[in-house]
């Protein structure tokens, strides 16, 4: 079974609307990164979450790890047409570092 | 953020021929670098863990032999598939974390054997 659900899958929203990505395990985690991806290319690291109950900020996307540190949400708010891509978390189960389990990505559109 | 760096972006080869992926930290230092391959529309594949130094770990199901893993320095990992064959295509991408454990990765390089 998926270790780590991400939902939704794809995100149509107009462009000024606020969107939220979430990013749900079923363990407890020692982090959660969050990536944005253009199809084809690298990822850009976004946020990296490591204590329950944190929240970061950068622009407008915001991510939180909920106290339990197993589940998290990325949300935008007043989204551009610039936020569009593939949205990752990547979590860490306590292996390797660097061996992240990564979500099935989530797809955003936003219309102008 | 940090920036890591691979080289070539994309690359082309015959089959049976052997072509080599660098992944530089540019601006810190890596004891650790990884390597992932992503098929289209996937997520992410880690391959291996790479330790300056020493030798690489590969995750189950990979072929050591076949991908060869080299961590010259702090800065430089490299990724020579050998003897490429065209279900060898993809896209390849690297990674490191700095010392504050944030991981980061690089542009990707696309692999496709003709």
């Known amino acids: 079974s998926q270790e780590l659900e991400q939902s939704p899958q794809s995100l149509i929203v107009q462009e000024g609307k606020n969107l939220t990505i979430n990013c749900t395990s079923s363990?407890?985690?020692?982090?959660l990164y969050w990536y944005k991806q253009k199809y084809g290319e690298g990822l850009i690291f976004l946020m990296m979450l490591q204590k329950g109950g944190e929240e970061k900020s950068h622009e407008k996307i915001t991510a939180k790890l909920d106290e339990k540190k197993q589940q998290s949400s990325l949300h935008i708010t007043a989204s551009q047409p610039s936020h569009a891509g593939i949205y990752l978390c990547?979590?860490?189960?306590?292996?390797?570092?660097?061996?992240?389990?990564f979500g099935k990505g989530t797809k955003l559109s936003v219309k102008p | 953020g940090a920036v890591v760096s691979q080289h070539p972006s994309w690359v082309i080869c015959k089959s049976g021929t052997s072509v080599k992926i660098e992944c530089r930290s540019l601006d810190f230092q890596a004891t650790t670098m990884f390597w992932y391959r992503q098929f289209p529309k996937q997520s992410l594949m880690l391959m291996a863990t790479s330790n300056e130094g020493s030798k690489a770990t590969y995750e189950q199901g990979v072929e050591k032999d076949k991908f060869l893993i080299n961590h010259a320095s702090l800065t430089l990992s490299t990724l020579t598939v050998t003897s490429a064959h065209p279900e060898d295509s993809s896209f390849y991408i690297c990674s490191g974390t700095n010392r504050a454990g944030e991981l980061f990765f690089g542009e990707g390089s696309r692999l496709t054997v003709l």
């Open positions: 990547g979590a860490d189960m306590g292996g390797s570092q660097g061996n992240l389990i």
């Open positions: 363990k407890t985690l020692y982090g």
